[in-house]
């Protein structure tokens, strides 16, 4: 069982161009986080949200609670986008269930 | 200001060997976790600790113990360590919905 899914898996874009990466989840949740995890291993938090769309700089992340979804979107991307982007929940008061992760890639 | 702090960044052990992975945080928050993240796997909860002498299990407890020493300092032991545990393994801290992670152990058991 996996109660959060990410698509697409592996993501390869040109410099410029603009990025989406999904995320589905299964349960009711009241927020999201998406976090991004460096090529050496750090992992950072981008947005938390709980309805709508929140943005930061080049980044936008949007969230439909009732259609248990939301995506992150990159304008005029760049190579040092390049990194994982995860999305994940809290499951209960201890606990939070991440998905596995979308691997991008932005060439020069 | 270091944040969560993670020590080693890279291990090798033989299986059946022993070893304890450090993490200490200085932001002053109350919970902190261990997770292990693994190929086409979300990361998943190995031990938490929601406040300074309280550990609980996650969800993949087995063959892991952890220790709270302080507020500050949560370490994951691997008493005999397996194949099975060849992971990175991250420590993060949170108060209320905001979680810090430290960089990550690469740990490889062979």
């Known amino acids: 069982k996996n109660e959060v899914e990410q698509s697409p898996q592996n993501l390869t874009a040109q410099e410029g161009e603009f990025i989406t990466i999904n995320c589905s989840y299964s349960?009711?949740?009241?927020?999201l986080h998406w976090l991004q995890q460096h090529p050496g291993g750090g992992i950072v938090s981008l947005f938390m949200l709980s309805s709508g769309k929140k943005k930061h700089g080049r980044l936008i992340a949007t969230i439909n609670i009732q259609e248990k979804h939301s995506s992150l979107h990159i304008t005029a991307s760049h190579p040092r986008d390049s990194a994982v982007y995860i999305c994940?929940?809290?499951?209960?008061?201890?606990?939070?269930?991440f998905g596995a992760g979308t691997r991008l890639t932005v060439k020069p | 200001n270091a944040g969560v702090t993670q020590t080693p960044k890279f291990q090798v052990l033989k299986t059946g060997q022993s070893m304890t992975l450090q993490c200490a945080q200085d932001?002053?928050?109350?919970?902190m976790y261990w997770y292990r993240q693994d190929p086409g796997m979300g990361l998943r909860l190995i031990y938490y600790s929601a406040s300074e002498g309280t550990t609980d299990k996650g969800e993949v407890p087995n063959g892991y113990n952890v220790s709270r020493l302080n507020k500050r300092e949560f370490s994951l032991r691997l008493e005999s360590a397996a194949p099975s545990q060849t992971s990175v393994y991250f420590c993060?801290?949170?108060?209320?919905?905001?979680?810090?992670f430290g960089s990550g152990t690469r740990l490889t058991v062979v």
């Open positions: 994940a929940f809290k499951y209960n008061n201890n606990d939070m269930r």
């Open positions: 993060a801290s949170s108060i209320q919905r905001l979680a810090a």
């Open positions: 349960v009711g949740i009241s927020a």
């Open positions: 932001m002053n928050h109350n919970s």
